[in-house]
């Protein structure tokens, strides 16, 4: 993996955690008074770094990132007036108001951006330290909560997390399959396998390998349609799109060394890998797919790759995660287990 693995030590938690806890809650500490001091000679107190306060820390920088209660409630799975009473403690705790209120959106103060510029570092640390904890102290046992598009999960991951679990029998799965990616850290993921780039970049990710796509038609359709030549040609066929909220469907191409997109046209529009190839396999257009989703129509002479010449470089297979807390041992292994395994098949 290419994330950083520290080595373990005998009985190094307890002396780890504490210098990790100990050191964040001073930088939250030290945050809060560089924040608020040049306001007022009441801003010097210091924030208390305890558990307890923790989630009115979290409700805060929810807030700020969010831009109001409701949403950063919703997104926290809390209660408006939960969220609320925290954000209500930590302005009491530093004496100064840190959200500026109204009926439409709530925006920081002055002082608020500094105290969250100064704490949100602080407070993920304290997360991993604590995660870290459990971590040492579940080891190889629990829960993991993973998120997978819907027709690799299962043909691929799923007989993959089998024979993980096989090995590791005291680690359960919860395996959450959908063609749309959803928001890890809402949906409650441990982990989310994505093909091509993640519509969050603030996850950390753990590039597994790259995935052909090819512009595959079947052979009925092409012999009573013919075959594109160029990709310029497609306009003149019908082609099975991906639906997005974008109106205008387009397919990246390389041509003549450049990165070019054309546009394209078709009758039907879905979000579903499998409904596309299907549609493909009853000749009813061309479409991008996966090499691997295809590969049985190929092979069996029902579909045939066309535009060879003109394919782009390979879409990235990544595991991502958030970054807010520390990646659980048993996930790790997940990650591990999965690299090894997916890439020694061709995709």
Not at 164 to 169: I, N, T
């Amino acid at each position: 993996m290419t994330d950083v693995r520290q080595p373990k030590k005998p009985n190094a938690l307890a002396p780890r955690f504490g210098l990790t806890l100990g050191a964040s809650c001073l930088n939250l500490a030290y945050a809060t008074r560089s924040a608020t001091k040049r306001f007022s000679d009441r801003l010097s107190r210091k924030v208390e770094c305890r558990m307890e306060r923790l989630d009115d820390l979290e409700a805060f920088l929810m807030i700020v990132e969010k831009g109001t209660q409701a949403a950063a409630a919703r997104h926290l799975r809390r209660s408006l007036q939960s969220v609320n009473r925290s954000l209500a403690a930590v302005e009491a705790s530093v004496g100064v108001q840190l959200i500026r209120r109204s009926t439409r959106s709530s925006e920081p103060t002055e002082v608020g951006i500094d105290f969250y510029n100064g704490v949100k570092s602080a407070f993920a640390d304290i997360m991993r330290a604590r995660d870290e904890a459990a971590n040492q102290r579940e080891g190889l046992t629990g829960l993991l909560t993973i998120g997978a598009p819907y027709l690799f999960a299962s043909e691929h991951l799923g007989p993959a997390i089998c024979d993980f679990m096989g090995r590791y029998p005291e680690i359960e799965i919860e395996l959450k399959a959908a063609d749309e990616q959803v928001d890890v850290i809402a949906a409650g993921l441990d982990l989310a396998l994505r093909i091509g780039a993640s519509a969050d970049e603030g996850l950390i990710a753990h590039r597994l390998g790259g995935m052909r796509v090819v512009v595959v038609g079947a052979t009925s359709y092409f012999a009573s349609h013919g075959k594109p030549q160029t990709p310029s040609d497609l306009a003149d066929h019908t082609c099975v799109l991906r639906a997005s909220t974008d109106p205008v469907a387009e397919w990246p191409f390389v041509i003549d060394g450049r990165d070019l997109r054309v546009k394209l046209r078709g009758k039907l529009r879905t979000n579903s890998a499998s409904v596309m190839r299907t549609a493909v396999a009853k000749g009813l257009g061309i479409a991008r797919l996966p090499y691997w989703q295809v590969e049985p129509l190929v092979c069996a002479g029902e579909a045939e790759i066309v535009l060879t010449s003109f394919e782009p470089e390979r879409i990235p297979m990544q595991i991502v995660w958030s970054p807010t807390s520390a990646i659980l041992e048993r996930a790790r292994m997940l990650v591990d287990f999965l690299a090894a395994r997916l890439k020694s098949q061709m995709f």
